[in-house]
């Protein structure tokens, strides 16, 4: 038995498994289907970090700075710059180091996760380790467990295996797989095994089961040809052909029609990291190992998207140095100009002001930048005001560099169905023949009830004579069988409904509670046809033959499947009602389309069902068609199209199904919460209009006093263009404004440009808009022009399911909802969430928080570092640009790492403002974001005058009272220690003074460590042997201080001038606070303190 490369054959006869070209196996040291997803060795961690690590500008702008510093007779010390450097370098590689062990942790998780192997040589299946699986092994998997590779189909449980891709794709559907039709006829023979009943013994009769089916197919010499391994998801091809076939085999094939060699196609094949569901077993060989593997070609790096914050500090840092190197250009042409000749060279000089001044951009800027973002990030995980009461799942920041965005939103896009709803589907209502059956939900508080659209069901059900019979009975086959749910029986004989969708699940039930059950789904042995047999009204069974499907996808919006039943082959076809009306014999019949209104109005997803039957000849044509579209290798998307257009018209409707979606817990009060903090709200949904209107207005979205524009219905270009002209003169008024716009209408407006100007004036003057009938591309396309029209706004996408994926993507925020439809959009997003009201904390306390953080660092770290550049400016006109430094080398060195660098870091991460609760009873607080109160020109202008005038006064004071101008006496030195003092007092009081919470622990405890370092400090380098060896110059500067009484008054003096500052801030804070110290002044007078029950009503719920 031979599994082997395209066009390499091997020996047949053996009893065993050979993949070749050999070297597949003996990839990767022997075991090809380990996985190793680590960036580094222990040798090679270092370096490889290291070169890393130089990619970023900043770090190559220290190591010209470390060279420049190794100059002889330079103007510092080269200890006390590439030491500090060094430190950072190292500090990195090992975070580096500690994120790959966690990489590696996983890697072993996965290796060593178990599975059941065929051995050739015992001819027993035994247990083994995923990353000992190799190509060509064959492998059983039992229902819950996992495949260790990428592998073909030989034998499923009633033919077929139903597999959940959540791990691949995070669709939770569950998608069906099936063997080759050869392997299907050479399997149904006896000497492959009877198929196995579930039961205790089940597993043991299996495995040997499977022993036979394994030892049959050695003796037909199968052979199968692969293609080289591709990337692409729902694309697999290769042969399948019998060497040594038995005259049996032969026989078993010509009888169920299957040739050789066979095409294979990906609905054989099963991706590495699936997992079996609802199937007892599956037997299956290894197509694919390793790297090979569709999961690992599928890897790939997410592109990243950079906060705002992120590119104001790379302008700021280029402002730094622009201006560096401007100043150092001025001061060697101002010496030069003087006529100091002390031996310097003009680039010299020039080199030698860039060495004394190059910590004006500090060494850990973008380490310290990155920490406190992992900080804000870590508290968002932690909060547990964010935790599903259900799951017991909180919130998840899979990225912490964009937690300041979140507190700068414009505009916020919204999925609708399991994002604002629960996508738990309730089957409602449903109309046959323009007759509503009544409701198919329970009355509220009484479940004993039976709902009385079952009644009327039944009732018409039971009696063939009525005259509705016929209709309610194709109406409730087609919700039977026309599906992609799977049934699965307990051992009490209950059964339970698992699908594509929860849509399809509610009509599969609703069917079976008036008595027209899905009773099973069984593969016809040798092809892809499928029996759904189905049971009632009564005792009846009807079996149903799949023959094709055409799926349902975003942008088809239906789905069809051709059946055979009785002699007869027939379309069942169920789709949105804007899509199946021109696929209707006739119009939809006027009673039938007043019950869809009526459904839509009442807040119900609506869906149209239609059969027709098919003629024979018609019908077997068709099918062909659609078997060589399956194996067609390019252009399959427009070939499936043209072949859904051949069969999918002069349909007969059915009936009119009506589902109930319901909004989650605390949507209408989040979204009030939303609005009322500035933010623009949008829902975009593939909804019909009128159902997306009804669920917006649940929401709170729109209200009674809204003006509402509709925009659809549009047909070309120029309809749009008038559609926007009208809706901008009736929002024109002073009443709140809101928007209804149509997939056909943003079709045509994204294609002129001054029709998406004027909607953008449009979403501008409104405050909320609700879009119908979207495809998933188009959704990100108004994401991308609100983006595109407003440069510095923020976009945050939300929603739940892989159709939110490319909106989630292209936003500058996106956020993934935990819900039923997979994982995908949590795989894509930026934060992850289980329910939409906690999009209110996050936004309104966490992003707002983290806004005002994250600007305040910004400021005041290009505030402190100015600060301490001042005194060598200063410095340096005092001698005439002599190129010489102004503080001590190591005090430099100590100021950014330890002095003044722990306390921003602590205060900026620790600080708070308002309490949780507080915070989302004033939502206008967010406006700070809205408005960049925290950071803007005027602002950071503001922060840097406070540098200049601080660092000269720092230098200044002490120089002029107890300082001299020659560099090498004592009086410069202790003079320049005092003034080093004192832009610490400065830098740290100010600090201090724009802090939330001036007087909390945390605060308090690391000023009183900043100034006990800053002491510690200069006594070891004054007053210690060590220290004399690293800075000779201050030996003795303790006591040279505090013995003489005008280096004393110095040293009181200079920080008393910062009362100056005092004042200023106390009085702008006075005549022009921000809406947060407004609402701080409001709690401490006990104004801020709600009754308790308006409390509860603005708070996002917790509690089950």
């Not at 599994?3 to 070749?20: N, P, R, T, W």
Request: hydrophobic fraction near 45%.
């Amino acid at each position: 038995l031979t599994f082997s490369k395209l066009g390499l054959a091997g020996d047949a006869q053996s009893a065993a498994v050979i993949a070749e070209p050999a070297t597949l196996n003996a990839a990767n040291a022997g075991a090809p289907n380990r996985v190793r997803t680590t960036r580094f060795t222990l040798a090679s961690w270092l370096p490889k970090s290291l070169f890393a690590q130089f990619q970023r500008a900043a770090n190559i702008y220290f190591v010209i700075v470390c060279g420049l510093v190794l100059i002889p007779d330079g103007p510092l010390m080269w200890q006390s710059t590439v030491g500090p450097f060094c430190l950072v370098l190292f500090w990195t590689a090992l975070k580096d180091l500690y994120e790959d062990r966690r990489r590696q942790r996983d890697d072993d998780a996965e290796n060593l996760r178990s599975c059941t192997r065929y051995n050739a040589k015992t001819g027993m299946f035994e247990e083994a380790s995923w990353q000992d699986v190799k190509v060509g092994d064959v492998l059983l998997n039992f229902t819950d467990e996992a495949f260790p590779a990428d592998v073909l189909v030989i034998r499923g449980a009633n033919g077929q295996a139903f597999i959940s891709t959540v791990n691949l794709d995070g669709e939770t559907n569950l998608k069906e797989r099936r063997p080759a039709d050869a392997f299907s006829a050479l399997t149904d023979m006896p000497e492959a095994g009877a198929e196995v009943p579930r039961g205790a013994a089940a597993k043991e009769a299996v495995k040997r089961m499977a022993i036979q089916t394994v030892q049959h197919l050695f003796t037909q010499g199968v052979k199968v040809d692969l293609e080289m391994p591709m990337p692409i998801l729902n694309e697999m091809d290769g042969t399948v052909d019998l060497k040594t076939a038995t005259e049996g085999a032969k026989a078993k094939l010509e009888a169920l029609s299957v040739k050789t060699p066979e095409t294979l196609n990906a609905k054989l094949f099963i991706p590495r990291g699936c997992v079996l569901r609802n199937s007892l077993y599956c037997l299956s060989v290894a197509a694919y190992c390793g790297n090979d593997t569709k999961t690992r070609l599928n890897v790939a790096d997410a592109v990243g998207k950079v906060s705002n914050m992120q590119l104001y500090l790379n302008r700021g840092v280029q402002a730094l140095v622009s201006s560096l190197a401007i100043f150092c250009l001025y001061a060697a042409i101002a010496a030069t100009a003087k006529g100091v000749d002390d031996g310097t060279s003009f680039p010299m000089r020039f080199i030698f002001y860039w060495i004394i001044l190059y910590q004006v951009v500090p060494i850990s800027l973008y380490v310290c930048f990155e920490i406190v973002k992992l900080v804000l990030g870590f508290q968002i995980n932690k909060d547990p005001a964010m935790v599903d009461p259900r799951t017991g799942v909180g919130a998840m920041a899979r990225t912490a560099d964009l937690v300041e965005e979140m507190g700068q939103v414009n505009f916020v896009f919204s999925d609708k169905t399991g994002t604002l709803t629960e996508n738990e589907m309730v089957y409602a209502r449903a109309c046959v023949a323009g007759t509503d059956l009544g409701d198919f939900r329970p009355e509220a508080g009484d479940n004993t009830k039976e709902p009385a659209g079952w009644t009327e069901s039944k009732r018409i059900l039971s009696n063939s004579k009525d005259p509705l019979y016929e209709q309610a009975l194709w109406f409730f086959l087609s919700l039977a069988t026309n599906h992609s749910v799977q049934v699965e029986v307990d051992d009490q004989g209950k059964k339970k409904f698992e699908g594509s969708s929860a849509d399809e699940v509610a009509f599969v039930q609703a069917a079976a509670d008036v008595g027209v059950t899905f009773t099973s789904r069984v593969r016809q042995a040798g092809s892809d046809h499928v029996d759904i047999v189905v049971t009632g009204p009564g005792s009846e069974e009807r079996v149903f033959t799949k023959l094709g499907e055409i799926p349902f996808t975003s942008e088809r919006k239906r789905m069809s499947v051709i059946f055979k039943h009785a002699g007869d082959y027939w379309i069942f076809c169920k789709g949105a009602d804007n899509i199946m009306g021109p696929l209707l014999d006739e119009a939809l019949p006027s009673s039938m389309a007043e019950k869809l209104t009526e459904y839509s109005k009442l807040g119900l997803r609506t869906l149209v069902v239609a059969t027709r039957k098919l003629d024979e000849r018609l019908a077997t044509k068709w099918l062909n068609t659609l078997a060589a579209v399956g194996q067609a290798k390019q252009g399959k998307e427009e070939a499936l199209a043209e072949a859904a257009a051949e069969i999918e018209h002069s349909l007969n409707v059915a009936g009119v199904t009506a589902i109930e979606d319901k909004l989650q817990q605390g949507v209408p009060e989040a979204i009030v919460s939303i609005k009322a903090a500035g933010i623009r709200f949008w829902v975009l949904t593939g909804d019909k209009t009128e159902t997306a209107v009804e669920i917006v207005k649940a929401c709170r979205l729109f209200t009674e006093s809204m003006v509402l524009a509709h925009l659809v219905n549009c047909k070309d270009e120029a309809q749009a263009l008038q559609l926007l002209q009208e809706a901008k003169k009736s929002l024109s008024g002073p009443r709140e404004a809101g928007l209804v716009i149509d997939g056909s209408f943003v079709q045509h407006v994204l294609s002129s440009d001054q029709a998406r100007l004027i909607l953008y004036d449009l979403a501008m003057a409104s405050r909320s808009c609700v879009c119908c009938r979207l495809s998933p591309q188009q959704k990100r396309k108004l994401v991308e022009l609100v983006k595109e029209q407003n440069k510095a706004g923020i976009t945050l996408a939300i929603g739940d399911g892989a159709n939110d994926v490319s909106m989630i993507q292209g936003a500058h925020v996106g956020i993934g909802i935990r819900g039923k439809e997979g994982n995908q959009a949590v795989q894509a997003s930026d934060v992850a969430i289980s329910q939409f009201r906690f999009l209110v904390p996050l936004l309104l306390c966490h992003g707002r928080r983290a806004y005002r953080r994250v600007a305040t660092f910004l400021c005041y770290m290009f505030y402190k570092h100015t600060a301490i550049a001042i005194g060598d400016i200063v410095w340096a006109h005092q001698v005439w640009f002599a190129g010489v430094i102004a503080y001590p080398d190591w005090l430099q060195a100590a100021f950014p790492a330890v002095v003044v660098g722990l306390p921003v870091l602590v205060v900026m991460t620790m600080d708070k403002d308002l309490p949780d609760e507080i915070a989302l009873l004033n939502p206008e607080l967010y406006v700070e974001g809205l408005e960049k109160m925290r950071f803007n020109p005027a602002l950071f202008a503001s922060w840097i005058f406070s540098a200049v005038y601080h660092g000269t006064v720092a230098w200044l004071v002490p120089n002029l009272m107890c300082g001299s101008t020659d560099y090498e006496s004592t009086d410069f030195w202790y003079a320049s220690v005092i003034s080093f003092i004192s832009v610490v007092v400065f830098v740290n009081c100010r600090l201090w003074m724009v802090t939330e919470s001036p007087g909390s622990k945390w605060t308090i405890g690391i000023m009183a460590f900043s100034f006990f370092s800053l002491f510690f400090t200069i006594y070891m380098l004054g007053e210690t042997t060590l220290g004399y060896a690293f800075q000779p110059e201050i030996w003795g500067v303790v006591g040279g201080i505090l013995g003489d009484t005008n280096r004393i008054l110095a040293l009181v003096c200079t920080p008393m001038l910062l009362l100056v500052d005092l004042a200023v801030y106390q009085f702008q804070s006075s005549t022009n606070p921000y809406p947060l110290t407004a609402a701080r002044r409001r709690l401490r007078k006990g104004q801020n303190r709600p009754p308790e029950q308006k409390l509860q009503a603005r708070i996002p719920d917790t509690t089950e």
